[in-house]
């Protein structure tokens, strides 16, 4: 058997006409796919084949059956079927059966039963087949010479078998997975009846369609419409219909396979007969609302859907298709449609109400006016300032914007505040300190801020401000007379007398003697100092005060005091009164005496050092040689 392009279809039928199989009239007049009573054992039935594939395989399977989809068709009941016809029980229209169970069983079915309608599911496993029937039916549904729209949804995944009269939901039928309405088969057959056994109805049939998933509701009221062949949704699979005015047969296939449609028309199994195509009824007696046209569509309630945001960040409403649904929107009521949020930059997502109730998911049905509130609001950061920050100091985060502080939480160094505020760091050190600088800890490191603006935007949790303070000291330094100056350092920063520096300041003093004096000494608070080369070093690590006292050249000294060794007398002589005192080289003081002259003839031969003290202070020495 061959698959049929558009345009072989109605060759393909004309042909099976051969043998009185099935005849073709072309009238002007509404048409429709007729069944005629028929009273031999076998009921009138044709069959459409679908391939599988075309519906999809079963979630899982390694079996090739259908997984979802549904089948309907328009049907109508001759004007002359009584009503007792129609309350016969279980009588098939039409459904839908695996290949290889044609001609044995039917999966599943849409059922006339007791004047209203069913879906019936038949199964069988190993070789033992099972029916289940749904309890009770639709009421008041059948009616003799009206159309009544038909649709069975199969869910294969959930085990659901769902009928839909005039494209609103009639009945479910639950059913064990285990037992799937499409067994193990190749294709899909949507097969047409109107009886079984010696009941058989005249029906006719139209707008037969198969689609490739499972519909939502209002997919499923739409499924009554008659389509154009340029407005085919791409879930249809199969479209069969018989234009009511041009009395020609139409073939509308899904728009998303070129070339060979995958759907075929089967011959009639050995003994069925009576098939036509026929045109038996006018315009007028199709009493089904909207029918009676070519096209056609229900009235669909709308409600107005609404948006609202409360903070900063967007929201995109979607219909099942992906279409945006502006904020204002009429919509058609059945939609589901999803709320997609967008938190702008450092806000979140706290909540989506739906007229004032929460929106546990991010979709909902629209079935009155509907309000859809969505809520971000603004993350908040810990801020925290380091412990040590405070050691010299105080440290306080204000806003920049508005300078308010913020309030510290816990243990009193920490700040909850809000993401992309700009704080700003107020540093104040303690007297006798300075503010030696302030950074902003993150996992990436530390970043120092500008001692003139120390500002930061908080983008991350976790932000640590670290604040710098450092101890400083007095140096005061002066020279005891005049004779010379002293030069202090700080490395290449040469300071004045009441200056501060860091705690930890090396220093460096530089002892400068006036021509003809020298120093005396040196001290640092109060201890001598070592001065080598003219100078000394140290670090400071308290208040300062350095002192100096130069005096006279020693021979100049000399030469004022009169002092000078008398070899022949063996004595020194000075020109005034004075201390003087004689040491060895060893230095060891081998004598002493105040006075003008001091008598060292006791002494060895050798060479001496003598140190004279005169009455204003000065001190100078000499080296003689005693012969």
Not at 202 to 208: A, N
Request: aromatic fraction near 8%.
């Amino acid at each position: 058997m061959k698959y049929f392009t558009r345009s072989s279809l109605r060759l393909l039928v004309a042909a099976m006409a051969v043998g009185s199989c099935l005849t073709v009239h072309g009238q002007d007049a509404s048409l429709g796919l007729v069944f005629p009573s028929q009273t031999s054992v076998y009921s009138n039935e044709l069959s459409l084949r679908v391939d599988d594939a075309v519906l999809g395989e079963h979630d899982g399977g390694t079996d090739n059956r259908a997984k979802a989809f549904v089948v309907s068709a328009w049907v109508m009941f001759d004007a002359k079927v009584s009503s007792g016809q129609l309350n016969y029980t279980n009588i098939p229209l039409f459904g839908i059966a695996a290949e290889n169970a044609f001609g044995v069983t039917t999966n599943a079915d849409v059922c006339l039963n007791n004047g209203g309608f069913v879906v019936k599911h038949n199964a069988s496993q190993a070789g033992t087949p099972t029916v289940s029937y749904p309890v009770g039916s639709t009421s008041n549904v059948a009616q003799s010479g009206q159309w009544v729209h038909l649709a069975m949804c199969v869910d294969d995944n959930e085990g659901v078998l769902r009928l839909y009269i005039n494209g609103k939901e009639a009945q479910e039928l639950s059913y064990d997975v285990s037992t799937p309405v499409l067994r193990s088969g190749e294709d899909l057959v949507f097969h047409l009846t109107n009886a079984y056994s010696y009941s058989s109805i005249p029906t006719t049939y139209d707008d037969l369609k198969v689609t490739n998933r499972a519909l939502t509701d209002k997919e499923m009221a739409e499924m009554t419409f008659a389509y154009s062949k340029d407005l085919v949704p791409d879930y249809i699979a199969a479209y069969y219909s018989f234009d009511e005015t041009s009395g020609t047969t139409g073939v509308y296939p899904n728009l998303g396979y070129a070339g060979d449609y995958p759907a075929q028309v089967l011959e009639g199994m050995p003994g069925y007969s009576g098939m036509e195509f026929s045109g038996t009824l006018s315009s007028t007696d199709l009493s089904c609302e909207g029918h009676e046209n070519s096209y056609w569509a229900p009235t669909v309630e709308e409600f107005a859907v609404t948006v609202e945001v409360e903070g900063d960040g967007g929201v995109v409403l979607t219909d099942g298709g992906g279409f945006v649904v502006e904020s204002g929107s009429m919509v058609e009521a059945g939609t589901q449609l999803n709320v997609a949020a967008y938190p702008g930059k450092y806000y979140e997502l706290s909540g989506i109400t739906v007229n004032d109730e929460p929106l546990g998911g991010t979709s909902f049905v629209v079935d009155e006016e509907t309000l859809v509130k969505v809520m971000f609001t603004r993350q908040t950061a810990t801020v925290a300032v380091d412990e040590a920050s405070f050691d010299g100091g105080s440290v306080e985060l204000v806003d920049a914007a508005t300078d308010a502080p913020f309030e510290a939480e816990g243990d009193g160094n920490e700040f909850q505040v809000p993401m992309g505020t700009e704080v700003k760091v107020l540093a104040t050190p303690d007297g006798g300190w300075r503010l030696d600088g302030i950074g902003v800890e993150t996992g990436d490191g530390l970043t120092a801020l500008d001692l003139d603006d120390p500002v930061f935007t908080v983008e991350t949790d976790g932000m640590t401000v670290v604040a710098t303070f450092v101890q400083q000291h007095k140096v005061t330094f002066d020279t005891d007379g005049d004779g010379g100056s002293l030069v202090v350092s700080a490395g290449d920063v040469q300071l004045a007398s009441g200056d501060v520096v860091d705690d930890g300041t090396r220093l460096t003093v530089e002892v400068v003697p006036d021509d003809g004096f020298v120093l005396e000494y040196l001290r640092v608070n109060g201890d001598d100092a070592d001065v080598v080369d003219g100078r000394y070093e140290f670090t400071v690590e308290d208040d300062v005060v350095i002192e100096a006292k130069f005096g006279a050249n020693g021979l100049d000294a000399v030469a004022a005091m009169g002092l000078h060794y008398d070899g022949t007398g063996q004595c020194l002589v000075a020109g005034s009164e004075c201390a003087m005192s004689v040491f060895a080289l060893d230095g060891s003081q081998v004598a002493s005496g105040n006075g003008s002259r001091l008598d060292v003839g006791a002494l060895d031969g050798g060479i001496y050092v003598a140190r004279v003290v005169a009455a204003d202070g000065t001190v100078v020495t000499i080296k003689f040689q005693k012969r």
